[in-house]
């Protein structure tokens, strides 16, 4: 059998170093698994669409499709946007929509090899206080995500970490930044927890230098970690795994509610 076709789902954005970003990610997961066809699609501010993608593909004769949204979170963009474009499939194509990639150890592993990229150095956590700056959301099971990662890295060594938002709820990066020095942390590490480039990563570092964070990590782009994770996701889709709720083509799609498995659509 021909495995399903990946179709890789990011949010998408204005600035041209996201979608290079997806797209390198996409590449490196690829090689993983050599003979797995993947392809990209955004939701908004990229090309091609959801919707697009899905009828070329199916003009090219394909008829399994693992959709594996490109997000860390889940938040209305995995529960609304990506669903409804995939209910707009062609007739032919069975879809199945994989579960976000977050949260996962894996993305944990990505965060620490950024932040060594960037300096963190041979002192390391102990004597560090570290910001998780994600992107915000008005999702509160969103925001609760961040928190726990937040309270589970604090068990990994840090003198202190806490979380911060690019957008949304506060505090802000710059904010959280100037707490932990006036807490008494003398060295303040930011992280952004984020896949890709663009205005909120840009506002993330700004806001780290300007408070004066010793070390800035870039986002966690096309990691090895992430690759995997990404054909984890689809493996998942592809073998239906629990959490799965599958249609017939044409009727409505649901996504997963529950556990971090996928959601299966067709």
Do not use: K, N
């Not at 501010?45 to 004769?61: D, I």
């Not at 230098?209 to 995997?228: D, H, I, Q, T």
């Amino acid at each position: 059998m021909t495995d399903p076709v990946g179709l890789v789902v990011a949010h998408g954005s204005r600035d041209p170093r996201h979608a290079a970003t997806v797209r390198a990610l996409t590449a490196r997961a690829g090689a993983l698994r050599p003979g797995l066809r993947l392809e990209t699609a955004f939701l908004a501010f990229g090309t091609p669409s959801v919707s697009g993608a899905l009828e070329r593909l199916a003009s090219e004769g394909v008829r399994e499709v693992v959709a594996v949204p490109l997000l860390l979170t889940r938040a209305f963009h995995s529960g609304s946007d990506l669903p409804s474009a995939l209910r707009r499939a062609p007739p032919a194509l069975r879809v199945v929509q994989a579960d976000v990639l977050g949260p996962s150890p894996l993305l944990l592993t990505a965060l620490h090899r950024r932040l060594e990229e960037a300096g963190l150095g041979p002192g390391g956590p102990g004597s560090t206080g570290l910001v998780l700056a994600s992107a915000g959301s008005s999702a509160p099971e969103a925001i609760a995500v961040i928190a726990d990662i937040a309270r589970e890295l604090r068990h990994t060594g840090w003198c202190a970490v806490r979380p911060a938002f690019a957008s949304g709820p506060l505090p802000r990066t710059a904010d959280v930044v100037r707490a932990l020095r006036a807490d008494g942390v003398r060295r303040v590490a930011v992280a952004p927890y984020m896949i890709a480039p663009g205005l909120l990563s840009d506002r993330i570092t700004g806001g780290a230098r300007a408070a004066g964070a010793e070390v800035v990590a870039s986002v966690l782009g096309a990691a090895p970690e992430l690759a995997r994770l990404l054909i984890d996701r689809w493996q998942a889709g592809a073998e239906g795994r629990p959490g799965a709720g599958e249609t017939s083509a044409g009727s409505s799609i649901s996504p997963s509610s529950g556990g971090r498995h996928p959601g299966v659509f067709a």
